[in-house]
């Protein structure tokens, strides 16, 4: 292999070593000027030597060369990049090299994912269709007895061993496709919050209506296998969720969980709104009275979402606004907002007589402008006054800014168990088509608010307007306990039902929201890695710019063994992964759901944000119609431009895929195995297999990504006999070097062991814990990132980000390409781990100074070397960071 070695004064740079004495010298506080040469070895390392007297750079640049030659030939030799590119030169006569389509790749990625989403559309539908069905014909019994399945009471017995009210024996077994749940896919069952009494006549109403979607429940998931979590949320307060399951409770023997909470159910029951809470804080307001209003207002904020609007104004003498750099305007609901506006109400206190009128002149003009200058929602419009009552005039206002066509809504919170002025505060709501309630303790405050959001729904549910809602990323985790957390980033398809009975219509009543899940990993699926190359990859963000995935968004972080997810984890912007776009021309095309290309320079990091990477990227996107996301795909350019194809038998392919060294990517999808339960338990391996040799041939498998394996499988297929016979090689084997590995973009992966585990620095190295160097749904293994960035038959060295305490090893690796015509074509990485004893063992004998070197005019050490104590010399990456000293910790 040909090393590129060079030296020059661009290189180096000498100081004075001064005329020092030897007694000067033999100190570790050397106070004096050194000699600083830099050699650069290979392109990817620099050899910088530090010495306190003249040492020529030519003898520098002798120990990089050589260095760099064995370097090499290890590298080569234990790898066997020669021979494996030799391998594909061969085949180059029988492949095609396409040059990628982004807009043609991005179009059918984005009907894909509407075809899978619109599946949920449709399932969901029909849940709202069975539940209004159900509720039409089912009479309301205030003296109902009925036993549901309460899933916090399941399988629990009393003191004689009896089955508890609600509880009774429910199956429940363990399934791959929930998690590892233990979980009933036969039925549904019911929780209910703490805090609402499980046999409530309303509850055992709706229980017993509802009992009519567990036969929907079922249909949905057998027309459907990939659903997850199915759902109707009662405006009551109850949760049918199928498949059924045990629903444990905290460490206080408490469920907190009220489905009327969630985003999906809000979205679903209300349209966007654009909210101005207004609050007393007037002197009479001290106490219990401020503590239940800020509790009132926190609630108000939770029922509010990323499509809703809101500012917070207090008053007493004056108005003030809780947050002054939000004068006179509204500002987007998003979770930031949310939590900024609730750190800023726990600061308010009381003081002064309370004038609501002026108060309510702002909240007026507030919305007024907002809706002239077409800012908000652009939807409904509602005031939220909280107070312990109004005792001046204030009926002028509401003529002046809201009568006749009352087009802002007031609603009114009384707070306090004092009535003095209930009859002022109720006037207020019932005239101007609000709501009155009366706050007078903690506990009141989370169903008093929620009673808003079914005055907010009326208008929908009279003109039936059955609007599908799908919710930003959340971690499903918060639903369940942690017997449930996985941690999977989702989003949420939902739809409000209504009652469809006559004498009701025109009350316009809410019964609750239907809903599922639909895990984003599993979207991300159908834009497969393959397709976009080493570098490329896909995203997805919301009408509001978003992300709902991206491989740059890290929502979880470690707090001891626990992962946990990040504050805000589900409101960050695309500008904020994507910050080359610094007058956000993307981001603006990708919300207004535009569909088009552009391009960037941009700056990535590999190994975990220590190393970054120049790239010219391509952009394209487009809206995924029938929801309000856009998807967006990149591609590099470069070897990312290009995708190349081979084609073998099955039979022959097959041979070569079934060997020990080989491995396919776990995380990507060969063969969909989550359809059919048989399959579930089978890795992609398997999947691959038994689809290849007829023995399961319903499965539903990529032809294009598994004839691109089998091709890959048959021309590294001498790998294994390479390296193999270098380990039975009588001469032996050099002692440090530990795995040889290759990986191709069919995400075909083969490796060597040379060394036992027990003798292996790199324990963890291309284990299934090692993420960074495996293939993953988010991105390619880092080696082969880095190769093909690199030039092409050159060796890039580097050390991993790891733990350090049982040594380092450094990664070799060199990326091998197809060439047709003009066009190249990565095909693969290939490369060696070593331990660094063994770099530095190679180092320190090539940089020895000769012994015949004329040393009668000298008087220090000589003849020099890099080990000893005259010289300290350096070995460093292409990124800047240490590989070689003689102090470890230089790294």
């Not at 808003?452 to 039936?464: A, D, E, F, T």
């Not at 904020?576 to 993307?586: A, G, H, M, Y």
Request: charged share 25%; with cysteine.
């Amino acid at each position: 292999m040909q090393i590129a070695a060079a030296a020059g004064m661009n290189c180096w740079s000498q100081g004075n070593a001064g005329n020092a004495s030897k007694s000067d010298r033999s100190g570790p506080s050397r106070g004096r000027l050194m000699m600083l040469m830099w050699i650069i070895l290979f392109s990817s390392m620099c050899l910088m030597v530090d010495g306190q007297m003249k040492i020529s750079p030519e003898v520098v640049q002798q120990w990089a060369a050589s260095f760099g030659k064995e370097l090499s030939a290890l590298s080569a030799r234990y790898s066997g990049a020669k021979l494996l590119q030799k391998k594909y030169k061969e085949v180059e006569g029988v492949i095609k090299i396409e040059e990628v389509d982004g807009e043609e790749l991005v179009k059918k990625f984005a009907e894909e994912m509407e075809e899978m989403l619109g599946r949920k559309m449709k399932s969901v539908k029909r849940l709202a269709e069975s539940a209004e069905d159900a509720d039409l014909y089912h009479e309301y019994n205030e003296t109902l007895e009925f036993d549901y399945y309460n899933s916090l009471l399941i399988n629990t017995v009393d003191e004689d061993g009896n089955p508890v009210a609600l509880g009774g024996e429910f199956a429940l077994e363990e399934n791959e496709h929930f998690n590892k749940l233990r979980v009933s896919t036969e039925q549904s069952n019911i929780q209910v919050p703490t805090n609402v009494y499980n046999r409530d006549p309303d509850i055992l109403n709706g229980a017993y209506m509802t009992e009519a979607l567990n036969d929907v429940f079922v249909d949905n998931f057998q027309k459907d296998p990939t659903l997850t979590w199915q759902y109707f949320g009662s405006a009551t307060g109850f949760f049918r969720l199928y498949p059924g399951i045990q629903w444990i409770p905290d460490e206080n023997g408490v469920v907190t969980f009220d489905c009327r909470n969630r985003n999906w159910y809000i979205q679903a029951a209300t349209s966007p709104k654009d909210i101005v809470i207004v609050v007393d804080v007037s002197g009479s307001m001290k106490g219990l009275r401020l503590t239940i209003a800020k509790h009132t207002i926190n609630t108000i904020l939770d029922t509010l979402g990323e499509n809703d609007f809101v500012n917070i104004i207090a008053y007493s003498d004056y108005v003030r606004y809780v947050e002054p750099c939000f004068k006179g305007t509204l500002v987007q609901a998003d979770l930031d907002n949310r939590e900024h506006f609730k750190l800023l109400v726990e600061e308010l206190h009381v003081k002064g007589e309370g004038k609501v009128k002026i108060a309510m002149k702002e909240s007026f003009k507030i919305l007024n402008e907002a809706a002239a200058l077409g800012q908000g929602s652009l939807c409904n419009q509602a005031i939220m006054l909280i107070t312990d009552g109004a005792m001046e005039d204030y009926k002028d206002v509401f003529e002046e800014f809201n009568w006749p066509e009352r087009r802002v809504r007031v609603f009114t919170y009384l707070i306090g168990r004092e009535m003095t002025f209930a009859e002022n505060v109720k006037w207020i709501a019932c005239n101007n088509k609000g709501y009155y309630t009366h706050v007078s303790t903690l506990a009141d405050v989370q169903e008093n608010v929620m009673e808003y959001l079914h005055v907010l729904s009326r208008p929908m549910v009279i003109n039936h307007d059955h609007d599908i809602i799908w919710t930003e990323a959340y971690m499903d985790s918060v639903l369940f306990t942690t017997q449930a957390q996985s941690l999977l980033l989702m989003t949420s398809v939902a739809m409000p039902v209504f009652s469809k009975k006559k004498e009701t219509l025109s009350h316009g009543i809410l019964l609750g929201v239907v809903g599922t899940d639909v895990a984003l990993k599993e979207l991300m699926r159908l834009a497969p890695r393959y397709k976009l190359g080493v570098h490329g990859y896909a995203y997805l963000i919301t009408n509001n710019g978003y992300i709902l995935s991206h491989p740059d968004l890290r929502p979880l972080y470690k707090e001891g063994k626990k992962l946990k997810p990040k504050p805000n984890y589900n409101s960050v912007d695309l500008s904020e992964v994507e910050w080359e776009d610094t007058e956000e021309k993307l981001r603006t095309a990708m919300v207004k759901g535009e569909s088009g290309t552009m391009s960037l320079d941009v700056r990535t990091t590999v190994d975990k944000g220590r190393r970054v990477m120049f790239l010219k990227n391509d952009y394209f996107y487009t809206i995924i119609n029938e929801t309000p996301f856009t998807l967006g795909i990149v591609l590099t350019r470069g070897y990312g431009q290009y995708i190349f194809s081979g084609n073998v038998s099955v039979e022959e392919g097959l041979h070569d895929l079934l060997t020990p060294d080989l491995t396919i990517a776990s995380e990507w999808t060969y063969c969909e195995t989550d359809i059919d339960p048989d399959h579930r338990k089978l890795t992609q391996l398997q999947a691959v297999v038994k689809y290849l040799t007829g023995k399961e041939p319903d499965l539903d498998c990529d032809a294009q990504l598994l004839q691109q394996t089998l091709f890959d499988a048959v021309v590294t297929a001498p790998m294994e006999a390479y390296w193999t016979a270098l380990m039975l090689n009588s001469s032996g084997m050099d002692d440090g070097i530990e795995t040889a590995f290759l990986g191709t973009r069919s995400g075909l992966m083969r490796f060597q062991r040379y060394a036992g585990i027990e003798k292996r620095t790199g324990k963890s190295f291309l284990t299934t814990t090692d993420k960074e160097n495996m293939f993953t749904l988010d991105h390619f293994p880092l080696w082969y990132r880095r190769a093909t960035e690199y030039p092409t038959g050159k060796f890039l060295y580097y050390y991993p980000r790891q733990d350090t305490r049982a040594g380092r090893i450094v990664v070799s690796t060199t990326a091998v390409t197809v060439t047709v015509g003009k066009k190249t074509a990565i095909a693969g990485a290939i490369g060696v781990q070593m331990t660094l004893a063994i770099m530095e063992s190679k180092f320190w004998a090539v940089t020895v100074q000769p012994n015949d070197t004329d040393c009668s005019d000298v008087d220090w050490a000589c003849p020099l070397r890099c080990d000893g104590y005259e010289l300290e010399c350096y070995v460093i990456d292409n990124n800047g960071f240490v590989l070689i000293s003689k102090q470890r910790n230089d790294g």
